[in-house]
């Protein structure tokens, strides 16, 4: 079974710094998908960026990108120029390509993320 | 375009109740997922439906049941409820032949 694990409960930056979050996972399948979600307050789930295990090139979205790191099956997040709104519980999860696997969805236990202005 | 909607927002019950929370998916979307979200823990997947059938079945007690209409609307039904069932339960509706999971802002359901 795949597992995702995130070893830091709480982190927090300051304005317009940079912050990474950490995320592991195991698994014995060699194509997957790994995501990172952004839980604010209001509490919907918000895709912030995907990454195929098949791709080689780290995924970018704006002032979100990501290391993957196959070999070590390392999956942090990198946010730049932080701001307020990027405030929020942040969760790193994976998805199996299978088609019998329904396409779940397996979370860590998330990153909470302050914002010192 | 609506994104994902869930009802009720909020819903406080007693041990031993029965509850019934709905999902409407997204335009264009045919498969529901139904997750639980314990307070300080990530998402946990209960089930998901896909031609009005489940397609595959997380860790949880036949207590956790479903069912998906034609329209692809969807609900998750909780009988004999206990106090551990209390959490925020997420919906997630996206398209079989692939793409993301978009999320609904869950039900708040609080078991007294």
């Known amino acids: 079974a795949q597992t995702v694990t995130q070893s830091q409960p709480e982190m927090s930056v300051q304005e317009a710094e940079t912050v990474t979050l950490s995320c592991t996972y195991d698994?014995?399948?060699?194509?997957?998908?790994l995501f990172w979600y952004k839980q604010p307050p209001s509490r919907q789930m918000i895709l912030v960026i995907r990454q195929e295990a098949y791709k080689q090139q780290n995924a970018t979205e704006n002032r979100f990108s990501v290391n993957f790191q196959k070999a070590a099956k390392s999956f942090s997040l990198k946010i730049s120029d932080s701001q307020l709104g990027d405030a929020a519980m942040y969760f790193c999860?994976?998805?199996?390509?299978?088609?019998?696997?329904?396409?779940?969805?397996?979370f860590g236990q998330g990153t909470e993320l302050s914002v010192k202005p | 375009d609506a994104g994902v909607t869930q009802s009720p927002t909020h819903l406080i019950k007693t041990r031993g109740q029965q509850v019934t929370l709905r999902c409407s998916p997204k335009s264009g979307h045919d498969t529901v997922s139904w997750y639980q979200q314990a307070l300080g823990q990530g998402p946990q997947f209960i089930f998901q439906y896909y031609e009005e059938e489940e397609r595959q079945r997380g860790n949880f007690p036949d207590r956790f049941s479903g069912h998906q209409f034609p329209n692809y609307s969807s609900e998750l039904n909780v009988n004999a409820l206990l106090l551990g069932d209390s959490a925020l339960y997420l919906c997630?509706?996206?398209?079989?032949?692939?793409?993301?999971?978009?999320f609904g802002p869950g039900t708040r359901l609080t078991v007294l």
């Open positions: 997630a509706s996206s398209s079989v032949s692939g793409g993301e999971q978009f």
């Open positions: 698994t014995s399948e060699s194509d997957y998908y």
């Open positions: 999860a994976y998805r199996s390509p299978d088609y019998n696997q329904g396409g779940k969805l397996i």
